[in-house]
């Protein structure tokens, strides 16, 4: 059993994160600016403030943080910088003073850059994209996880052995009717439109990954054999995407020749791969997603 200290474990994958921790017999601690449900110990306040993250950093053996303003509609410009940057900042300065050797942090598919429509959005250069792919991202949300991984590299450089998880959306039970509403009639989807915390998303291809194979793969990544000192990326998705069309038709309608397909071989055994290659995570943290939400379009006009 290990003591670990969640943040944002009030959010909507906090939730997840922590009760698959619980289930593994793990003793949890909550850190989130609101209270959440699960009975563990909590520690309430702002993820930037460097004495409260200090006291509930106390005596863990790892943090996951998770904490964060999870995309450009739930803040400004100032707002996301302030809680991603300083707060992670402030979770990585907490976990080196604490002597916390592992830290998990959620990263995004936006360091990418291909996720907001909004704004300037750079196509891929080739697929399926990989650790190697240049990160093109635009945006105040996914330029907060590209610095919060150049913090999470910086403090690796210093002897922590720190994971980012580049996860694409996060499919929640919540947004089932969002992800229906805009499978329904995507041109004219404007979300949040029928009651979901948060526009369906997913980027052009509408990625997506199930929450419970999110939280599990938290838990591997805490897992995960490490020397100090090494820092790890990894993409995650479900197997397949929430789009309509297949993979190869869409990023040609989008966008011509531009994108190299650099392995057919993987759209031709599974025609809605997504984008990102995710033989890394397979192969290195034993993540292969067990779920997905394509049965939430069965029957719909354009999935038929
Ligand atoms: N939802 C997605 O599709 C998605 C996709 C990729 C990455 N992510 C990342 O996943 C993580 C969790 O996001 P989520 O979907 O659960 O969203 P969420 O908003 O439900 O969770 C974020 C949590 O962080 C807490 N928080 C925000 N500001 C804080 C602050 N200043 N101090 C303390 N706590 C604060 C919130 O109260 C909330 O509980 C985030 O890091 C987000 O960037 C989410």
């Known amino acids: 059993m290990s003591a670990i200290l969640v943040t944002g474990a009030a959010g909507l994958l906090g939730r997840f994160v922590v009760s698959d921790l619980l ?5 949890v601690r909550g850190l989130d600016r609101r209270q959440g449900d699960s009975d563990i110990e909590w520690h309430v306040g702002d993820v930037t403030s460097p004495e409260l993250v200090q006291r509930a950093m106390a005596g863990v053996d790892a943090v996951l943080h998770i904490a964060a303003i999870p995309n450009i509609w739930s803040g400004d410009g100032q707002t996301i910088m302030r809680v991603n940057l300083l707060g992670t900042y402030t979770v990585f300065d907490a976990a080196e003073a604490a002597g916390v050797n592992r830290v998990v942090f959620c990263s995004s598919d936006s360091v990418a850059g291909y996720t907001v429509r909004e704004g300037r959005m750079l196509p891929p250069r080739y697929a399926p994209l990989d650790l190697d792919h240049p990160l093109l991202a635009t945006d105040p949300y996914a330029i907060s996880k ?3 991984e150049d913090m999470a590299r910086a403090y690796a450089l210093r002897g922590m052995s720190v994971i980012a998880l580049r996860t694409v959306f996060v499919a929640y039970p919540e947004m ?4 229906v509403a805009r499978a329904e009639d995507p041109a004219a989807y404007r979300g949040p439109m029928v009651g979901g915390p948060s526009s369906a998303g997913g980027g052009p291809l509408y990625h997506h990954i199930d929450a419970r194979d999110l939280a599990r793969a938290f838990r591997l990544a805490f897992e995960l054999k490490l020397e100090p000192g090494v820092f790890e990326q990894f993409y995650l998705s479900a197997q397949v995407t929430l789009s309509p069309e297949p993979t190869l038709d869409r990023l040609r309608r989008l966008h011509g020749d531009a994108v190299e397909i650099r392995d057919p071989g993987v759209y031709a055994a599974q025609p809605f791969a997504p984008l990102y290659d995710l033989t890394h995570a397979a192969d290195r943290l034993g993540f292969v997603a067990e779920y997905d939400q ?3 379009l069965a029957g719909l006009p354009a999935f038929s």
Request: net charge neutral; glycine share 14%; charged share 15%.
């Open 294 to 296: 394509r049965h939430l």
């Open 176 to 179: 089932a009717s969002e992800i």
């Open 146 to 148: 590209v610095l919060g």
């Open 23 to 27: 289930a593994h017999g793990h003793n």
